[in-house]
């Protein structure tokens, strides 16, 4: 299996600048070469010889789940932008649960931008647990390491410094959180949490 970069139809963006957003795209493209790298060099290495070069190949699947997890949580991230800042659908399930969960809009939204307050770099992830019906709104530190296990992510807001740095320093993250709240396409979250409830 090989990977393909994917190409994003994105607006211009509030409080974002181009030169930012094409830092941040050159980054993922990155994930997506590493993950095809990783999974040739396993393919070879095992064709070659595989007991002999077990410790490698052992090394290379822990950093899969870096170069993975890296490349599609980033497709999340900019597929969240692409038609431009929707509303969230005051009929949909999103709202509907996030009321349920927070007490509101305002509240869920509030409760997002708290727990990307969090000191640290990472991601903050709004995930739909089914078996539940409920929002988990998780701080992860590391994209490979920390997820809700099974659970399908609804927001996945970066706050490693490469989302950010060319427009903010490290004590505007409060404002890039904003920036990036006010250009969200909510539709896409809603078509997350509608695919989960199939």
Do not use: C
Request: proline share 2%; aromatic share 12%.
């Amino acid at each position: 299996m090989i990977y393909s970069t994917r190409t994003f139809d994105l607006p211009e963006l509030k409080g974002l600048s181009k030169k930012q957003i094409d830092v941040h795209l050159a980054l993922y493209e990155g994930y997506v070469k590493h993950v095809n790298l990783i999974l040739e060099t396993i393919q070879r290495l095992r064709s070659e010889n595989a007991e002999s070069n077990a410790f490698v190949i052992a090394e290379l699947r822990r950093r899969l789940g870096f170069e993975f997890d890296g490349m599609r949580m980033h497709e999340y991230y900019f597929d969240q932008f692409v038609g431009g800042p929707q509303a969230a659908n005051s009929e949909g399930n999103l709202l509907k649960v996030a009321t349920e969960k927070y007490g509101g809009w305002g509240e869920f939204i509030a409760h997002m931008k708290e727990v990307a307050g969090t000191r640290g770099i990472g991601w903050v992830v709004v995930y739909f647990d089914a078996v539940a019906e409920t929002l988990h709104t998780a701080f992860v530190n590391d994209h490979e390491i920390g997820q809700l296990s099974g659970l399908p992510i609804v927001l996945a807001i970066d706050l490693w410094e490469h989302a950010f740095m060319v427009d903010y320093v490290p004590a505007e993250k409060k404002t890039y959180v904003e920036a990036f709240l006010e250009n969200v396409n909510w539709s896409v979250a809603e078509a997350r949490i509608n695919k989960a409830l199939l």
